[in-house]
């Protein structure tokens, strides 16, 4: 049996001690998630790749979901449930980068599904950005330290780039005074500069537009700058917006910045969201530091308000979407989240930059997500459909899908309305639903009463449609076109319909009420058999249904032959049905005559399913009113209300249409379950009125749902039990002994809800369920793998269409470098001097660098702004380091012979050339003492220095030299006490977590 080979795997995990475990280590089971669809419900997080057109959404439990085209779809599941707070695509590389709050970078692989790299940083990351069309990205931390890291995609492991710029360097570099190091909030790597420039954005409202090449402040922008005495901007005032404050002395809080992102094409402005919900526009096209403020910054910020009140939320998210291709400096639209005033309901703000907006979605707006490649085998024409899955809604419609591979393929949408007739509670919500593979036949109940009947076969034309009640039949003939379309309609009571069961043939169909009844109905004759109480006097409801048959013997049989069960019984139809109050009434299922009605346990009022289990038949299927029943806690909502949800395989030999009992014999047994207990009786002894059982088992949790599973030779082998907590549960049937278990958590993240049972259903120990807009099926057997996996899988990058654009990038950069005068490398080789043949020589070399190949050149020379400490044995440490720093071919008028090198950056070494002295003043100086107009006389470096440097005075030159030798040995000093410093540091660890626990209880409440 199924069970035992489960247990005995169970037991093999566990390194053969299971025997002397104690009753609470019971082994877990190995089950998957075969299937994944819709939107996690704790999503938090978007990143989307423009190549590969995949949508990936991170969520607060350490999942991360992906959706492509096709109804391709993807799950990752992180080894810890822990939020995630960044992620972004390495572009067109199947590569997705995520950083949890914990601080841990993991690298995913998509094509295989894996996290291929993770790593634990030192510190609070607060801002993230992967650069385009590399593999290198910008990481900003708590302290102000902007770093550089780089995937090595041949290691598969993130290496750190030498490369760092940190706050305190900004700061100085631009006249800025910092009491305290403040968290990087945000990372812009600038447009079309191949991620040479970005900009960086300090929490207390300074933006920095950093160029990398040239290790400066191209533009220096603040909050601050609004603030100045006296001063009203231009821009506030064509805005006709409210009058700035021009109070200097600002609280810290009113500075903060929440979000930013460009705001234009080639990134000249950038929108800034603060947590006084306003939103300025800077314009960072203008070189401009703190150290030399113009009187008038109004030309370079606009602000934005959406709200009037004194008191508004913080701007949380800002998104800036381009115009249409033709006005390309002209239009974009602004999406704001948040900015209202406190209170008001949160929305999404969309401004547009010209008057003629478009509204959010355009009616030919073609859905964006095309990425991933489907599997050869779901893309076979010829293959057969092995496993369905039906879902009914709250508008009453029902959706059928393909499930044979792991993408659901939709198949049919059955409205609830008929054509041409007026049908009362044909919008009402779906609660039940049962389907027939002997006639393919497909039974849905709604909460109005009303049971349609659907022929999963094709009609074309004009056809008949039967109205059936207890008072009326109506026949109307309606016109319908190709596809699926109800046929009969039944209405029995006015009760919601709570559960639903047919025959093995298919032609007899039964339904139990919310009020208590049930009803048989027969499909084929188009007629109700009859419909009434279970038992009078109650009205709890129906919680399951069953046809089946049992021993019957009749009055005049020989008591002596009772032995032989071939002469002397009969089997005899009959209805069960169970209530929630725990009821068990046998009716005739042809006249609906009461045979036996009783409370199984007057302790229990919580039924929540039963199962006829017959060892000698192979023939049985019983169906559970909980794989019927919806959910139906979300109304309004039709993609998230999944009201039931069942996966069928399609039999590819039905059973015969005269057969119509689903059990038989006198040794058939009905498990029933409650919440807190299973009961095992004996069928034929319930039918003649005895109420004692064989077996019970109490639970130590709540149960809400059940299902049973088969063999291979069709007998029940198992029993599934969910709890309230989340815990699956396997028993052994019919000794209810555990097998094994998982949880829902671990498999899926998911937590209990109220109703989510209704939404759940089992097949061939597979069990689809829902939870809001989440689906997912599980196999519990790891052994048997029906849906193909991994062979059907989708894959979810696309190497060929990564080929096709990397061709084309390369093709684009070839062109660039066939004339680099333009751009970057233009501007670099500008910079270069030299001889005519050396600066050649250099343009070639960096013309044959791609963009990617030049970023990285950069990043592995360090910072120039903090250079490392050099080397005591060094002798030339200035001109090693200056050298090193620019790459430029010196020639002796480049020189500069002075007591310091300063390590300033290279754009810092134009203001320097321009002190120097005239051009031809440096010639006459150079020709001193020459014979030879044309020829410069040779010179020893003594004499060089001596004359420039130290005006023709030896003494000094050694005295120069004594200077230096003293001033090597006080860096060496310092680097001791530095290090000492460093170890003391170390010893205070409580101090400084004692300080981190601090910065966190400070955290603003909109960021937790």
Not at 608 to 631: F, G, H, N, R
Not at 709 to 714: C, E, P, R, S, V
Request: aromatic share 6%; with cysteine.
């Amino acid at each position: 049996m199924f069970a035992k080979r489960l247990l005995h795997k169970a037991l093999h995990h566990q390194g053969g001690g299971g025997a002397a475990a104690a009753a609470s280590d019971v082994p877990q089971m190995d089950a998957h998630i075969a299937l994944h669809y819709g939107v996690p419900y704790t999503a938090s997080l978007l990143a989307f790749d423009p190549v590969q057109r995949l949508l990936a959404v991170a969520t607060l439990d350490g999942r991360i979901k992906l959706f492509g085209g096709d109804n391709i779809e993807g799950l990752l599941i992180s080894p810890k449930s822990v939020p995630y707070k960044f992620l972004q695509f390495i572009q067109n590389q199947g590569l997705l980068v995520a950083i949890s709050n914990e601080n841990e970078i993991q690298v995913w692989n998509l094509e295989f599904r894996q996290l291929f790299y993770s790593s634990q940083w030192d510190v609070n990351i607060t801002a993230f950005a992967v650069i385009e069309g590399t593999f290198m990205m910008y990481l900003g931390d708590e302290n102000g330290l902007l770093s550089v890291l780089k995937y090595d995609v041949d290691d598969g492991k993130l290496q750190k780039m030498p490369y760092n710029v940190p706050i305190q360097s900004v700061a100085e570099a631009d006249g800025i005074s910092l009491l305290d190091p403040q968290p990087i909030v945000g990372i812009l790597p600038q447009p079309d500069t191949f991620g040479t420039r970005v900009l960086i954005a300090f929490e207390k409202g300074l933006l920095v537009l950093w160029d990398v090449s040239e290790d400066c402040a191209i533009c220096v922008r603040g909050f601050g700058d609004l603030h100045m005495k006296g001063q009203v901007t231009d821009a506030r005032r064509d805005a006709g917006e409210d009058q700035l404050d021009n109070t200097t002395e600002e609280s810290e809080e009113e500075r903060e910045i929440c979000s930013l992102c460009w705001a234009s094409k080639g990134g000249s402005i950038v929108a800034v969201g603060y947590i006084t919900g306003d939103i300025l526009l800077w314009d960072t096209t203008t070189r401009s530091s703190r150290q030399g403020k113009q009187s008038d910054v109004s030309s370079n910020v606009v602000k934005l308000q959406l709200a009037s009140g004194n008191r508004r939320l913080p701007v949380i998210i800002l998104h800036w979407s381009a115009g249409s291709a033709v006005d390309i400096h002209k239009g974009g639209h602004l999406f704001v989240y948040g900015g209202d005033d406190m209170g008001s309901e949160e929305v999404l703000t969309k401004f547009c930059g010209r008057q003629n907006a478009t509204p959010l979605v355009s009616g030919n707006m073609k859905w964006p997500l095309t990425g991933g490649v489907p599997s050869e085998m779901s893309l076979n024409e010829d293959h057969v459909v092995e496993r369905i899955y039906i879902a009914g809604y709250q508008d009453g419609s029902v959706r059928i899908w393909d499930a044979t591979f792991p993408v659901l393929m939709p198949m049919f949408v059955l409205d609830g309305k008929v054509a041409d007739v007026n049908l009362d509670g044909a919008n009402a919500s779906v609660s039940s639903l049962a389907f027939s593979t002997a006639n393919m036949t497909l039974a849905v109940g709604t909460t109005s009463g009303l049971i349609r009947i659907y022929a999963l076969r094709e009609h074309t034309g004009g056809s008949s449609f039967h109205f059936v009640s207890e008072s009326k039949q109506e026949v109307h003939v309606v016109h319908h076109g190709r596809g699926f379309h109800c046929h009969v309609a039944f209405m029995a009571s006015n009760s919601p319909v709570q559960s639903l069961v047919y025959s093995a043939s298919g032609e007899v169909l039964a339904a139990g009420y919310q009020n208590g009844q049930v009803a048989m109905f027969d499909t084929s004759q188009l007629s109700i058999m009859f419909a009434g109480d279970c038992a009078s006097g109650t009205n709890s409801p129906v919680v399951s249904l069953s046809i089946s048959s049992v021993a019957v013997y009749t009055e005049n049989a020989d008591q002596s032959k009772k032995g032989s069960p071939q002469s002397e019984k009969l089997l005899r139809e009959v209805l069960l049905s169970l209530t929630k109050d725990a009821r068990i009434t046998l009716l005739d299922s042809t006249t609906g005559v009461m045979i036996n009605s009783h409370i199984l346990d007057h302790k229990q009022t919580s039924a929540v399913s039963m199962y006829v289990i017959d060892e000698a038949s192979d023939q049985k299927q019983t169906q559970l009113s909980e794989e019927k029943s919806p959910s139906q806690g979300q109304t309004g909502k039709e993609r998230n209300d999944l009201d039931k949800g069942q996966a069928h395989v399609v039999d590819k030999h039905p059973k015969s249409a005269t057969q119509l009992s689903h059990n038989g014999g006198s040794d058939s047994l009905l498990l029933v379950c409650f919440e807190d207990v299973l009961i095992l009786y004996s069928l034929a002894s319930l039918s003649q009125g005895s109420g004692k059982h064989l077996h019970k088992t109490k639970l130590a949790k709540p149960c809400c749902w059940t299902a049973v599973f088969k063999n291979m030779d069709g007998r029940t082998c198992g029993l599934i039990l969910a709890y309230q907590t989340g815990t699956i549960e396997l028993r052994s049937v019919p000794d209810l002994a555990i097998v094994a278990e998982c949880s829902l958590m671990s498999l899926l993240r998911w937590s209990y809800k109220t109703g989510m049972d209704k939404s759940t259903s089992a097949s061939n120990g597979q069990i689809a369920l829902a939870n809001g807009s989440e689906f997912a099926i599980i196999s519990l057997m790891s052994s048997e793998n029906e849906f193909r996996i991994p062979e059907s899988l989708p894959c979810l990058h696309d190497k060929v269409l990564a080929a096709a654009a990397e061709a084309a990038i390369n093709f684009s950069n070839d062109q660039r470098r066939k004339n680099p005068a333009a751009g970057i490398l233009g501007g670099i080789i500008k910079g270069i001097k030299g001889k005519a043949e050396e600066h050649a020589e250099m343009k070639g070399i960096i013309s044959a660098q791609t963009p990617s190949e030049l970023l990285e050149s950069i990043f592995l020379k360090g910072s120039f702004v903090q250079p490392s400490a050099p080397s005591p044995d060094d002798p030339i440490e200035e001109l090693s380091i200056a050298f090193c720093i620019d790459f430029r071919v010196f020639r002796a008028d480049d020189i500069d012979i002075d007591d310091e090198v300063p390590l300033a950056p290279a754009s810092s070494s134009t203001s320097h050339m321009n002190k120097k002295t005239t051009v031809e003043e440096e010639r006459a100086k150079l020709f001193e003492g020459s014979s030879d107009g044309d020829k410069p006389r040779m010179r020893t470096p003594q004499e060089i220095l001596t004359k420039y440097k130290f005006g023709g005075d030896a003494a000094a030159a050694a005295a120069h030299a004594k200077d230096k030798l003293m001033q090597r040995q006080e860096k060496l000093e310092r680097i001791s006490q530095q290090t000492a410093e460093l170890q003391n540091g170390a010893e205070n660890f409580a101090s400084l977590a004692q300080e981190l626990a601090k910065t966190m209880e400070n955290k603003k409440w909109w960021k937790l």
